[in-house]
Each structure stands twice: as structure tokens, then as C-alpha cells.
């Protein structure tokens, strides 16, 4: 085999597994510093050129990231996006394809060979076209769009490690079959684990590295999804694994490629960073005010990887951040295909490193121009889409899963009286935060249940009035659109805790507070009262807590409902686990709601006003 050929195959070997155990694994001492108030859109230069233009090798990367499988173009206030100003309808995997084409084609005719990759959580939190047929519907679309790799992302991971390795290799589900009557290859791209570890043999489950050869030049690849994957997915999936600090595999691997003579490398993580706040909203492509973890992820990374292309935050942006020795360009393209990251760069031949990295994003407009600046609309406001620039391809294989769910997707299971949105007031509550709290509530007073908790991140999107993609009238809400809200099929279940385990689960909504490592406020049920204060000590900043204006009795025991992601102790809610008398309730969350709405309709947002905060 000649070396090229090596290089190729090097990220499946257990040669490289052997030779990084060797390696050491201490990361590098980095005092904790802030970025700089602002960073610079990016155009990356190092001095490595010293044989003139012939010596360089001119490549193109196309990247995104968190496509969620948004099959369907994204609709509501998700349908356009914001930047610079103004609003852009687009996304939808027909586009997509069609954007990726058309760059590659500009790439090609400027000598530039293309390789796409992305940073995780293509599939998990996936609309009903989707997530109906366990993902393999966008597994297909992303080898139909010419992904050759990416990183897992922590949502790839939300119906388990056995099923992620699944749609890595194909087969048919184990319990479900082949349900749209064909087999399942899998997907065809390389999904990158470095940081997955195998708790019995030690090794990652999927392989760490993937090597790609750019005009005789190897180009080396390390994916990893954040090291904090196991507090926001549910445990139940994950037993066997644990997830490695990022900078010390990514330093890891990149030795190994090193050794191996690989030298231009590129990172894929899912953990980002975002722009702050400015108006007119950022561009896609600056990097204003830049913060996130991403930023001393970069600041320890070996210097040979000039790439990072990021994830996890769902924002855009474009950024040159510090390295160990240098400079790394960092990457995000928002979310749900409705962006890709076009970067253009350079390798010396002689020194096998990046001379030159230029990124932007694009937009993947799928609306039709109005002639004046905007784009058109049907007659209940929403964005037309443009057939001309539909990528048959992709479309066919879309369309086969739309008709395939179309029959449960567009049944009407109820009405609200107005957009529902998942905005939160300063005391962390949102209207359809309560509406999925009563919900499941609801679901569950036949078992005894007082209250429900719900997890703010299990909301994925808003319910919005005017939304029809299925044809239903204003205000009629579809099964589609329940599950788009609420798409992670988890059980509701209850429990019975003391008034004390209630207040010590609201406390550990606070960073810090008993291995929480991020704040994240509980959505709440009609009747649950309480205030939170900002200064308070960890450990008592609830008070007021009271149910139905009693106030809550610490030697009482109460019927609490949650789904059994928070009840496994996810999202850091470990204390969920100590309840006792556990029960279930029939069917998914997804059903609580669409009862809840079958019942009460028209449905009306939740007041927000359940929960209030003190400095």
C-alpha cells in the first residue's frame, strides 16, 4: 500500500490508537483571560510560502452545522435570516443542495478541489419528517448533498450510542424495521468521535481522525463533540461512554497526525461561541464582540490546526482567534441549512501547513426577489419559496419522506389563540414553557400529579398562528407542529418528592449548586409559585415557593411530573433522580401536548408571570 493510501486509512488503525496512548495528555497551562472586545472578520495569512505560487496546493472547505433535519424550509420567525440589517428567507435541504453545487462549482473553475464537512447535530431534535423514520431521512439527504465529514454533536447521541453507530453503518432500527420498505445504508460520510470514549476498552466508539489528499497533500481531520454532551442528553444512552476534555484530544490527535506527517488540520467541534448583541444585527461573516467557550477551547490548540469549524450555539460568525503559537480561523454556520461556511485556502507543499484561510458565509436563500429590495409572500404573509433554484435531486428524496408523513404530520390537533413563543421573561419563564407545563400536568392528575417541571432546552420551536404547511387555517396547530415544539419522543413520568427535594431541585437550576454547570430555569405548572434572587448564596436563592398560594411543606411529600430526561438526572438535575414511586404515563410528551391542545383549544399563551426573580 503506498503512503497516500495510508494516510487515508490511518483514522481506523489500531496502530494510531496504540500511538496516542504514548502521548501525553496534560493540557497546556492557559491563564483564564476574556477575548478582546472585538475580532476581526476573517483572513488568516502564515509565512510558509518560500517556492512561489507552484509550491501551493488551493483547496476549498464548504461547512455547516446543527442541521437538525430541517428537511422543510424552516417556517415562523425561524424563516429568515437576520443579519446586517436585514431578513433573508432561507434553508430547506432542496437549497441547500443547490448552494453547495453551485460553490463547488465556482471552487472547481478556480482549480480549488472541495471537501464539505460538518460539526454535528445533523440529526436529534428533528422535525416529524425526520424524526418519524429515526433520522434516515436526513442521513440520506446529507449523502445525497456530498457530506464527506463531520463531528458528532451531542444531539447525535439522543436515542443512544447503539444508534448512532447505526446510522454510521446502516441496517434496519431494531425494533421499527425498515419502515419506509427500503434498506438502510447508512451514512456515507465519516462521523469523527475523538472524544467519545469507550468506558471498557478505552478507545473512541467512532473514529477520532480522517484524512482527505488535496493536490498530493494530506489534510488532516479531528472531530469531537463538546466535552458537557453528557449533561444535556439523556443518560439512559450514554452508560457506557464519557466525553473527553476537547482541547486535550484535540491536541492528542493532532500529534498522531503530526507524526504522520500530517500538517494542515482542521478541527471539528461542537461547541461554539457567539457575536454580541449591536444594531443593526451583526453580519454572517463578522465577528463582533465575540465570547463563548469556544474561545479558550482555540487559545489552547496546537498551531498546526488552523481551522476550527464550530458549532452547538446556533449563531454565525467568522472569526481569527488565538491559538497556542498562532492564529486559528473559527467558524459557525448558524443553524438548520440555512447557511454555509465557504472557506478558500492554501497549503505549502513544502511545509505540508495552511499559508492562507479566507471564510465567509452564505446565505441559502430560497425565497423569490419582489424586484424592490425584499421578497414576496403568499396572502397569509408567509415567504414564497423559488422552484427555480430546488435541487431535483435532494427534492426527490424529501418528497418521498413528506408523503410518507404527510397523513400524521398535517392532522389538525388543535388552535391557539396567537403565536405561542418560547421567549423568556428576566425570570427565565416563557409562555409556552407553562402551556407544556400544564400539558403534561394534565396528562398525569390521574396519577396523582400536583405539578410538572419541563426543561427549557426540550423546546425546539415556537407555535406560530400563522404558520401552514400543511394547509390549515390560521391558528390551527398540526401534529407536525406540536412535534417540531416538542421532537424528542421522551416518556412522562412522576414521582413522589418532599417539599425539601423540590426546593434543592429549583436551587440546582443555578450554576454551581450541586455539579450544576449551567443556570437553566424549569418551566413551571399552573399553581407553582416561587422567587428567585440573583445574589442570593447558592443553595438558597428559592423562596416564596408555594402551590396554590400554600406555601410548599418540606416534610410533605408531593406528585411531581417531568419527562424522563430530567427525572435521569439531564441537564445537571441530578436531584430529579431521588424521587421515589416512579410511574409512566402512556405514549411520548409530544402526546401530553397534542392533548392538552385537543381539550382546551383555542389554546392561549401562558401568562409568564409564575415565576418571579429579586436582585
Excluded at 60 to 77: E, M, T, V
Excluded at 118 to 138: C, K, N, Q, R
Excluded at 142 to 171: K, P
Excluded at 230 to 249: R, W
Amino acid at each position: 500500500m503506498d503512503g497516500r493510501r495510508v494516510l487515508r486509512h490511518l483514522a481506523a488503525p489500531a496502530l494510531a490508537l496504540a500511538v496516542v496512548t504514548t502521548l501525553p495528555a496534560a493540557r497546556p497551562a492557559i491563564a483564564p483571560a476574556g477575548p478582546p472586545s472585538e475580532f476581526k472578520p476573517v483572513t488568516v495569512s502564515h509565512q510558509t510560502n518560500h517556492g512561489g505560487q507552484n509550491s501551493m496546493v488551493k483547496g476549498q472547505f464548504l461547512s455547516y452545522n446543527d442541521f437538525h433535519g430541517a428537511i422543510d424550509p424552516p417556517g415562523g420567525s425561524g424563516a429568515v435570516v437576520n443579519a446586517s440589517g436585514t431578513s433573508t428567507p432561507a434553508g430547506g435541504v432542496e437549497y441547500l443542495a443547490t448552494y453547495l453545487k453551485k460553490l463547488r462549482a465556482e471552487a472547481n473553475s478556480q482549480g480549488r478541489q472541495t471537501l464539505t464537512v460538518g460539526a454535528g447535530d445533523l440529526i436529534g431534535a428533528t422535525p416529524l419528517v425526520s424524526a418519524a423514520f429515526h433520522d434516515e431521512p436526513t442521513i440520506e439527504l446529507m449523502n445525497e448533498v456530498g457530506l464527506q465529514v463531520s463531528s458528532v454533536g451531542n444531539h447525535e447521541f439522543d436515542e443512544g450510542v447503539d444508534e448512532l453507530i447505526r446510522m454510521q453503518r446502516g441496517g434496519c432500527h431494531p425494533v421499527d424495521g425498515c419502515q419506509d420498505g427500503d434498506p438502510f445504508r447508512g451514512a456515507k460520510f465519516k462521523y469523527l468521535a475523538a472524544n467519545t470514549i469507550n468506558n471498557k476498552t478505552g478507545l473512541p466508539i467512532l473514529p477520532p481522525i480522517d484524512i482527505k489528499i488535496v493536490g498530493g497533500v494530506p489534510v488532516g481531520f479531528i472531530g469531537m463533540t463538546l466535552e458537557g454532551t453528557a449533561g444535556i442528553v439523556n443518560p439512559a444512552g450514554i452508560k457506557n461512554v464519557h466525553f473527553a476534555d476537547e482541547v486535550e484530544t484535540a491536541n492528542k490527535w493532532s500529534n498522531v497526525l503530526k507524526l504522520f506527517g500530517v500538517k494542515a488540520q482542521v478541527l471539528l467541534v461542537h461547541e461554539g461561541g457567539a457575536q454580541g448583541s449591536a444594531t443593526p444585527t451583526p453580519g454572517v461573516s463578522d465577528c463582533f464582540n465575540f465570547s463563548g467557550p469556544i474561545v479558550n477551547i482555540v487559545k489552547g490548540l496546537n498551531p498546526e490546526i488552523g481551522l476550527v469549524v464550530s458549532g452547538h450555539t446556533h449563531r454565525f460568525y467568522s472569526c481569527s482567534l488565538p491559538n497556542t503559537k498562532g492564529t486559528s480561523v473559527v467558524t459557525s454556520a448558524g443553524t438548520n441549512g440555512q447557511l454555509i461556511t465557504d472557506i478558500d485556502y492554501s497549503i505549502d507543499k513544502r511545509s505540508g501547513r495552511f499559508s492562507e484561510i479566507t471564510a465567509r458565509n452564505v446565505i441559502v436563500e430560497n425565497g423569490v426577489p419582489d424586484g424592490a429590495g425584499g421578497w414576496k409572500r403568499d396572502a397569509s404573509g408567509v415567504f414564497l419559496k423559488n422552484p427555480e433554484t430546488v435541487d431535483q435531486g435532494a427534492k426527490k428524496i424529501a418528497d418521498k419522506y413528506r408523503t410518507a408523513v404527510a397523513p400524521i404530520a398535517n392532522k389538525v390537533v388543535g388552535s391557539i389563540t396567537g403565536d405561542i413563543t418560547r421567549t423568556n421573561t428576566p425570570a427565565g419563564e416563557s409562555p409556552l414553557g407553562d402551556v407544556i407545563a400544564d400539558a403534561q400536568l394534565a396528562r398525569t392528575t390521574g396519577d396523582g400529579a400536583q405539578l410538572a417541571l419541563m426543561n427549557p432546552g426540550g423546546i425546539r420551536s415556537d407555535f406560530d398562528a400563522e404558520a401552514s404547511a400543511g394547509g390549515e387555517a390560521i391558528g390551527q396547530v398540526t401534529y407536525g407542529e406540536a412535534f417540531t415544539v416538542q421532537p424528542f419522543n421522551n416518556l412522562v413520568v412522576t414521582q413522589t418528592l418532599t417539599g425539601a427535594q423540590i426546593k434543592d431541585v429549583l436551587e440546582q437550576q443555578f450554576v454551581g449548586y450541586q455539579g450544576q454547570t449551567s443556570t437553566k430555569i424549569l418551566q413551571v405548572s399552573n399553581g407553582l409559585t416561587y422567587t428567585w434572587s440573583a445574589s442570593a448564596a447558592l443553595g438558597s436563592k428559592i423562596s416564596n415557593l408555594a402551590l396554590n398560594g400554600t406555601p410548599i411543606d418540606p416534610a410533605a411529600t408531593y406528585r411531581v411530573t417531568t419527562n424522563d430526561f430530567l427525572a435521569n438526572g439531564g441537564d445537571g438535575f441530578t436531584l430529579l433522580t431521588g424521587g421515589t414511586g416512579r410511574t409512566t404515563a402512556p405514549g411520548f410528551d409530544v402526546d401530553a401536548l397534542t392533548a392538552y391542545l385537543g381539550v382546551n383549544s383555542p389554546v392561549a399563551p401562558g401568562p409568564a408571570n409564575r415565576i418571579s426573580t429579586i436582585a
